[in-house]
């Protein structure tokens, strides 16, 4: 099935999808809005587009589990979307994803301007691989 990822953040919001047979996740693209009914509106078009069978969106929890603040607002983008697309919704630990994001652009010697644009959707990669390898 053809999996959607969001990393929903503050300014930037990073998209990644997986292969029809669910083996690996890939980077998509990094959207720059803070508005949330205009990123939706660019969320539905990617979804329209792409044709998605299930989205799944990082919860970014405290460290000790729990949740706070930020997680309320990506079930918040999650109920948005809902209202807009008939595809199931899930939502996935995102806790260290974008410190391994940016450990793996550093690894391959990406930096500046470049990382800035990119570790959203690398994000929303490692969200996405561990929501499909959580589930074999």
């Known amino acids: 099935m053809k999996i959607m990822s969001v990393d929903y953040g503050d300014k930037r919001t990073g998209i990644a999808f997986c292969d029809i047979k669910e083996i690996i ?18 969320l539905v078009s ?22 706070g603040y930020r997680c309320e607002e990506c079930k918040s983008l999650g109920s948005e979307l809902e209202k807009k697309v008939n595809i199931p919704i899930a939502y996935q630990d995102e806790r260290l994803t974008t410190v391994m994001a940016h450990n793996a652009l550093s690894d391959n010697n990406v930096r500046g301007k470049k990382r800035k644009e990119t570790v959203d959707a690398v994000s929303a990669v490692m969200i996405l691989q561990s929501y499909i390898d959580s589930k074999k």
């Open 25 to 42: 996740a890939s980077p998509y693209t990094v959207i720059n809005e803070s508005y949330q009914p205009k990123l939706v509106e660019k």
């Open 46 to 67: 990617i979804i329209n587009d792409e044709k998605p069978e299930k989205i799944v969106i990082g919860l970014p929890r405290n460290m000790d589990g729990s949740y």
